[in-house]
C-alpha cells in the first residue's frame, strides 16, 4: 500500500511485456495495478519487460507511480538481482516479493531498493510455516495470498472451491494482525468470467480475514468493490447501534441484543469503510 492512498482493495496484473496496457489497468477503476515480471513473461522476453516498466516508471506522473506495484521473479531465481538492478532509480514505490519465505529475501530487497514498500507474496508450505517471520520483518507493509501456488505446492484441487485454502489463509490474516498490518490480499480467481466464483472466493476470503484480491481481468475489478463496500442495510444496522449506544452507553439493547464494545467498534469500522 502507498501512504498517498487509502488501502488498496484490488490489485490488477498487467504482463511487463505489455506496456500499452500500463495506463488502460490504471484506468480500469482498480486500486493498484501489477506490473508483473515474474509468471506473465517468458524467459526470453525478461529484459525487455524490465525496460519497458523501468520506462514507465520514470515518466509516470507521482499520482499513478503510488499506485504501481511490480511484481518481481523470486529471490531464488536467476532474475532476481537484475530486477533489482532494473528498477534502482525508478521511484519505484511497492515491490511484490513472489514464493516469500524469508525475512532476509525482503532485507535483499531493500537494500537494492531503499525506502520501497515490500507486499510479501505467500504461495508455499514454507511460506505458510514462516508467515510470522515474514509478516514482521522490515519494510513489508501487507501479505497477500498466492493461492495458485499454494495449491500446487500441497497438491491441492481447488477448481471448484477454495474451501482447502482456509488453514493457510487464518494463518496470514492472523500473522497480518500481530504485525500491524492491513488486511491481506486474496488471491486470484482465475475463472475470469465466472462472476459466481469470483464473489464466492471473494467471501470465503473476508470469511478468513482478507480485505483485498488480486484480479487478472479489469472486470473482476468493480464487482470485488461492490462486495467490499457495506449494504444499505448494513450501514442502516451500524447507524442505529451507534445511535442506541450513545442514547445508553455502556448498557444499550437493540433488536433484543445486548451492544457491548465490540459491536460499537464494528458499527464504527461498517461505516469508515463506506467512506472511502
Known amino acids: 500500500m502507498s501512504e498517498l492512498l487509502p488501502v488498496a482493495r484490488t490489485y490488477l496484473f498487467v504482463p511487463g511485456m505489455r506496456p500499452e496496457r500500463f495506463g488502460k489497468a490504471l484506468a480500469s477503476g482498480a ?25 514507465w516508471l520514470r515518466d509516470a506522473a507521482p499520482q499513478d507511480r503510488a499506485r504501481a506495484v511490480v511484481r518481481i521473479n523470486d529471490a531464488a531465481s536467476a532474475w532476481f538481482a537484475d530486477d533489482l538492478a532494473a528498477l534502482s532509480g525508478t521511484g519505484v514505490t511497492q515491490i511484490l516479493l513472489p514464493k516469500a ?41 501487507r501479505l497477500v495470498f498466492g493461492t495458485l501456488d499454494y495449491a500446487l505446492d500441497l497438491d491441492l484441487d481447488i477448481r471448484h472451491d477454495a474451501v482447502g485454502l482456509g488453514y493457510a489463509a487464518a494463518r496470514i490474516a492472523i500473522a497480518s494482525r500481530l504485525a500491524g ?96
Open 181 to 276: 498490518l492491513a488486511a491481506p490480499v486474496a488471491g486470484v480467481t482465475p475463472q475470469f468470467d465466472d462472476e459466481t466464483r469470483l464473489l464466492a472466493d471473494l467471501s470465503l476470503a473476508r470469511c478468513n480475514g482478507f480485505g483485498a484480491k488480486l484480479c487478472i481481468h479489469p472486470g473482476q475489478v468493480a464487482p470485488i468493490h461492490r462486495a467490499l463496500q457495506p449494504s444499505e442495510a448494513e450501514l442502516t444496522w451500524a447507524r442505529r447501534v451507534l445511535a442506541a449506544d450513545a442514547a445508553t452507553p455502556g448498557a444499550a439493547r437493540l433488536d433484543g441484543r445486548m451492544v457491548d464494545l465490540p459491536v460499537v467498534r464494528l458499527a464504527r469500522r461498517t461505516l469508515l469503510s463506506a467512506g472511502r
Open 31 to 55: 486500486d493498484a495495478v501489477v506490473l508483473d515480471l515474474e509468471d506473465a513473461v517468458a524467459p526470453e522476453d525478461k529484459a525487455a519487460a524490465r525496460s519497458h516498466i523501468a520506462g
Open 101 to 141: 519465505e524469508q525475512a532476509a529475501q525482503v532485507a535483499a530487497v531493500l537494500q537494492a531498493l531503499p525506502g520501497v514498500q515490500v507486499l510479501a507474496l505467500i504461495e508455499s508450505a514454507r511460506g505458510v510455516a514462516e508467515v510470522e517471520q515474514v509478516a514482521g520483518a522490515a519494510g513489508v507493509t
